[in-house]
């Protein structure tokens, strides 16, 4: 089993900052790569950013140099600090990790249960 715990969301103010952490744990062999995914009321769910085993960084459009992702392989876990939030960065954020669980295993997706940002304008 793998299970992905979220942590770090809440509500802020516009401008403000929040970090989102997220922690594989279970029968892991080794972890590709690890991305963050967002949902707002009313719309489908959406890449925000991701990380791949080699540190290379990929960020929606949106996010206008705000955020930036990193990981610790040493725990497993992926990270998004979000600074200068937007009333429109409101959403569930859920992290995702692609990771295999042993050396012959196929790698799978996995997703956390969600946390929930709230920026008050």
Request: with cysteine; proline share 1%.
């Amino acid at each position: 089993q793998v299970q992905l715990v979220e942590s770090g969301g809440g509500l802020v103010q516009a401008g403000g900052s929040l970090r989102l952490s997220c922690a594989a744990s279970g029968t892991i062999f080794s972890i590709d790569t690890m991305a963050w995914y967002r949902r707002a009321p009313g719309k489908q769910r959406e890449l925000v950013a991701v990380i791949t085993s080699g540190d290379r960084t990929h960020y929606a459009d949106f996010v206008e140099g705000r955020f930036t992702i990193s990981r610790d392989n040493a725990k497993n876990a992926v990270y998004l600090q979000m600074n200068s939030l937007k009333s429109e960065d409101t959403a569930v954020y859920y992290c995702n990790v692609d990771l295999r669980r042993g050396r012959w295993t196929a790698s799978d997706d996995y997703w956390g249960q969600g946390t929930q940002v709230t920026v008050s304008s």
